[in-house]
């Protein structure tokens, strides 16, 4: 299934729900919400809410809404399988990526910026260990139009904002950050769970109060770090 060339605006709910889908491809659409307050959660621009294979989002848009892209298993035992962000944005959004469930994530190409809350979210349950790919993208704490709420990740640490993080996972994973830029953020990338494997490389944090806060098995290789105001901290194996 293909969907191109789509505008969605105002969406009380969902602006794409899918669902037992397999082979989607949604390209040059624009998903406009009517509230970047992350308090209304069921705000969500694009939802995969269970038993989806292979869905890519390509040269489109999120704004505006609650929630940009979130992945979990509304239905018993329903795992969705590969998602891929492609030369898209997301602005001016409470949360833009929150992942509960999800095999196989990949962004390339992308932009992100202006937030509430932690950028991108991994929050996921104890059975499995979902796999994320980074490359090319920009994570930024400001948006390009954002109003003041929404731009509450910038300034961390300072200015009476507590910021936030650009990647955060609260559990396992295997991740790859490769020449990324993430800029403003009260840490670049924030992970806690030994089990985690993550390699980060040619990556640049700049702004960021602590670039790198990280419990697991890790490679870094090559990444650049300016105006950090706390030394990245590691635990564990790498």
């Avoid at 060339?5 to 919400?33: D, P, R």
């Avoid at 990740?153 to 830029?181: D, E, F, M, W, Y």
Wanted: hydrophobic share 35%.
């Amino acid at each position: 299934m293909r969907i191109d060339n789509v505008g969605v605006k105002y969406f009380a709910a969902y602006g794409i729900q899918l669902v037992n889908s397999e082979q989607v491809t949604i390209s040059n659409t624009v998903l406009t919400g009517f509230s970047a307050e992350y308090t209304n959660s069921t705000n969500i621009a694009l939802h995969l809410a269970g038993n989806n294979y292979f869905v890519s989002f390509e040269s489109s848009v999120i704004k505006y809404s609650s929630v940009g892209v979130q992945s979990e298993s509304v239905l018993f035992n329903s795992r969705n399988w590969l998602f891929y962000f492609t030369s898209s944005r997301i602005d001016c959004v409470g949360r833009p990526f929150h992942v509960k469930d999800a095999l196989s994530f990949s962004l390339s190409s992308f932009y992100i910026g202006g937030s509430l809350y932690d950028q991108i979210f991994i929050d996921y349950g104890d059975s499995g260990m979902p796999t994320l790919t980074m490359t090319n993208g920009l994570i930024n704490s400001a948006g390009f139009s954002c109003t003041y709420v929404t731009d509450m990740c910038r300034q961390p640490l300072a200015g009476g904002g507590a910021g936030c993080n650009a990647l955060h996972i609260t559990k396992k994973a295997h991740v790859t950050s490769s020449t990324n830029v993430f800029t403003g953020h009260k840490r670049g990338i924030y992970i806690h769970g030994f089990e985690t494997q993550i390699a980060v490389n040619g990556n640049i944090f700049y702004n960021t109060a602590m670039p790198m806060n990280v419990t697991g098995d890790l490679s870094v290789l090559g990444n650049k770090c300016s105006l950090a105001t706390i030394p990245s901290e590691y635990a564990g194996s790498g």
